[in-house]
């Protein structure tokens, strides 16, 4: 079993509607969480991090569930440009990148 | 957040040869990493470049495959050798930043190697 898992998708929905995607993690001492999203042949980049009591930035907000061991990522009114691939990256540790795990992403095609 | 830039940002390289890539940062900063994206994966950190002393390498990879430079605060690099096929991969800097334990990271815009 991977140490961070994703449902890969693709998640093929019309403009204007809301997709949510979770991601779970094994390790209970994981300490922070991110999701990035990455474009076709682009690097990743941060979207957000995710904070114990939730957090939201615009259409995006974002959950830790530390008790299911899962974070989300709900996007509303999508739009055309949100189309990409969503990384969950958890970080086992402190301040250390050998303990940051990405997950394999999951995809998002936004249709018109 | 930092800019990085990286050279080359893609190379087809005979089998048996080496590539170096570079790892530019606009600011100095403490961390750097490369990664490792092969088709369709998800990211695999090869290893932190430190600076002023060896890289340390996650399992799996080794520093007579993937020797890593890191002379200073704003440069480091990585140096694929004796390629093969199977190491046809996008490979990435990045960077941490934040001096908070939920340190976030940012990547360079990769290289894409294709070996034949």
């Known amino acids: ?112 | 957040s930092a800019v990085i830039s990286q050279k080359p940002s893609r190379d087809i390289c005979q089998r048996g040869t080496s590539l170096t890539i570079q790892c530019q940062v606009d600011s100095q900063v403490t961390m750097m990493f490369w990664y490792r994206q092969q088709p369709g994966q998800s990211l695999t950190l090869i290893a932190t470049a430190n600076q002023g002393s060896e890289a340390t390498y996650e399992s799996g990879f080794v520093i007579d495959k993937f020797p890593i430079s890191r002379p200073n605060l704003t440069f480091s690099t990585l140096t694929v050798s004796n390629l093969s096929p199977e190491d046809s991969s996008i490979y990435l800097c990045s960077v941490e930043e934040g001096a908070t334990r939920a340190n976030e990271q940012f990547f360079g815009p990769g290289t894409r190697l294709t070996v034949l």
């Open chain 1, 1 to 112: 079993r991977k140490e961070v898992e994703q449902d890969p998708g693709p998640f093929n929905v019309p403009e204007g509607a809301t997709v949510a995607f979770n991601c779970t993690y094994s390790n209970s001492a994981s300490q922070s969480f991110f999701w990035y999203r990455q474009d076709c042949r682009k690097e990743p980049k941060l979207l957000m991090s995710v904070y114990s009591s939730g957090n939201e930035d615009g259409r995006f907000t974002a959950q830790l569930n530390r008790a299911s061991q899962y974070i989300s990522l709900l996007i509303r009114d999508s739009k055309l440009s949100d189309s990409a691939t969503y990384l969950c990256v958890v970080n086992r540790g402190y301040s250390s990148a050998s303990k940051i795990i990405f997950g394999s992403g999951t995809r998002l095609s936004i249709r018109p």
